[in-house]
């Protein structure tokens, strides 16, 4: 046992020693240059929305829309982007927290998430819908008045879901049990199973879905609201906001973005 | 930076009503427990293999796998097997208790195991069925030797049951993280979530110790 620490330090004291060595070398007369090293733009994501993210079950890469537009736009403004998938809810405390430098996870640009964040330009236009089970004739918000109804917790679907218990209170009429979910392939579950006769989302989000899973037994209404996404990055980082910003406008202008919007979400 | 005297006012109520649900939870959950694990411990110490055997894989099952795929298995997979309606609050209860007397099983077990034989031949050699010889023999005398350790089992409880989450329960740990997405104020929220949490724990260690005590003063009356 005591052998092998020993031989364990010996090499991290013999690695250590390497690294010491460098800077000691020759000047560069007869090595070309290193490129310098780009600066890491840590990105945080939950990648369970295709088609915004997802994990590939065969390689286990990041996909999706938000993905490739990150990538494009870290090159473009150059950084190196380290795309970690992280839960939902804890997004924006790793954000605060400086464990990541940016959010891009099909979040949506609200006041309240605007007072601890700061976001980017808008980068997609959105709306949330009600995807309900096609036996439980949902025709718009107002029949979901009583009914069990899935989101995914502390998205724009569970804030428009309270917004309208508001207004269905004061109209006396009885709330929606807005179940929350940790994650949206969980709130989707959840109507299949009937333990809930609907949920709201993103209306991306739900025809990926319908489009992935043909067969399950859905309907898509219209969308009840106008939303925008953004990417969220801390307040203090005006440097880095604005060069995402640029390089953003920047992918827009050369054609890039709507390249890889088409891939996503062309006919 | 600190403490902010608004949120917890704010949000103080809601984790409130999240913890009288984890408090429920677990008391429902550990008593139905309770009753499962005394029944399949007797069963896992039958000589009668069709007792035992399944007992034992309820056990391996049970313990041997997390409580979060148990959970899931449950709420989203049954259904999709057997085309039921799910019900959360049944899915949850179901979920936990049978989690909890896995771990029961074991507990009775090891406390009957470790009351000496002696005890149970002399009960038989009195003329008593060995179901009798359990009952008025064994078991008083195992139930001292388990308190301690059925008392962590709901301490554990209490807390394993903020995973009945994933299925949408807002239970105090849930409604924690539902404040702090919402108000973007971690430090109070979380304080506040630990303080409820140990509001019921402690309590209750103070009466396992209670009960331990008047057990044993009850044992030394008895002239051991």
């Given amino acids: ?267 | 930076m600190s403490l902010d005297w608004q949120v917890i006012e704010r949000y103080f109520p809601f984790l409130l009503g999240g913890a009288w649900l984890t408090l429920r939870l677990t008391v429902i959950t550990t008593a139905l427990g309770t009753i499962i694990g005394l029944f399949a411990a007797i069963a896992r110490l039958s000589r009668f293999r069709i007792f035992s055997w399944p007992a034992a894989a309820y056990v391996d099952f049970f313990r041997g796998t997390p409580l979060l795929a148990q959970i899931m298995l449950i709420h989203f997979g049954l259904p999709q097997l057997f085309g039921y309606k799910p019900n959360m609050v049944v899915d949850a209860i179901a979920a936990l208790s049978i989690n909890c007397g896995a771990y029961v099983t074991e507990i009775f077990r090891a406390g009957i195991q470790s009351i000496e034989r002696g005890q149970t031949e002399a009960a038989l050699s009195l003329g008593m069925t060995p179901v009798q010889a359990m009952r008025y023999v064994i078991l008083p005398q195992a139930f001292r030797r388990v308190l301690p350790p059925l008392g962590n089992e709901f301490i554990a409880m209490l807390k394993d049951s903020s995973m009945v989450s994933i299925i949408s329960m807002e239970e105090l740990l849930f409604r924690g993280m539902i404040s702090a997405g919402r108000s973007f104020r971690p430090f109070p929220i979380w304080i506040m979530v630990s303080l409820l949490y140990l509001a019921m724990t402690l309590p209750f260690t103070r009466l396992v110790s209670w009960m331990e005590m008047k057990l044993k003063r009850e044992h030394r009356r008895e002239g051991s």
């Fill in chain 1, 1 to 267: 046992m005591a052998l092998v620490l020993a031989v364990g330090l010996l090499l991290g004291l013999a690695a250590c020693a390497q690294k010491a060595e460098q800077p000691a070398a020759p000047p560069a007369a007869q090595q070309p240059a290193p490129p310098p090293e780009k600066p890491v733009l840590k990105v945080g994501t939950e990648a369970a929305y295709p088609p915004f993210e997802w994990v590939d079950e065969k390689t286990g890469e990041l996909k999706g829309f938000d993905m490739d537009l990150i990538r494009a736009i870290a090159e473009e403004a150059g950084f190196k982007a380290d795309i970690r998938n992280m839960a939902w809810d804890g997004l924006i405390p790793a954000l605060l927290a400086k464990e990541i430098d940016i959010i891009v996870s099909g979040m949506t640009i609200t006041e309240e998430r605007a007072q601890a964040v700061t976001f980017s330009d808008p980068y997609f236009k959105s709306g949330q819908v009600i995807m309900s089970h096609k036996d439980a004739g949902i025709k718009g918000p107002d029949d979901l008045a009583g009914k069990d109804v899935s989101v995914q917790v502390n998205t724009t679907g569970q804030f428009a879901m309270e917004k309208l218990n508001d207004r269905l209170k004061t109209e006396g009429k009885k709330p929606v049990n807005i179940k929350k979910f940790k994650s949206t392939p969980d709130a989707i579950n959840e109507v299949k199973i009937g333990g809930a006769v609907a949920c709201v989302i993103d209306l991306p989000v739900a025809l990926e879905h319908m489009k992935a899973n043909p067969g399950d037994p859905f309907v898509i209404g219209e969308p009840i609201n106008v939303e925008y996404l953004g990417m969220a990055m801390r307040k203090e980082d005006t440097e880095l906001h604005a060069k995402i910003n640029r390089a953003l406008a920047a992918l827009k202008a050369s054609g890039k973005y709507d390249q890889i919007y088409a891939q996503y979400f062309g006919k």
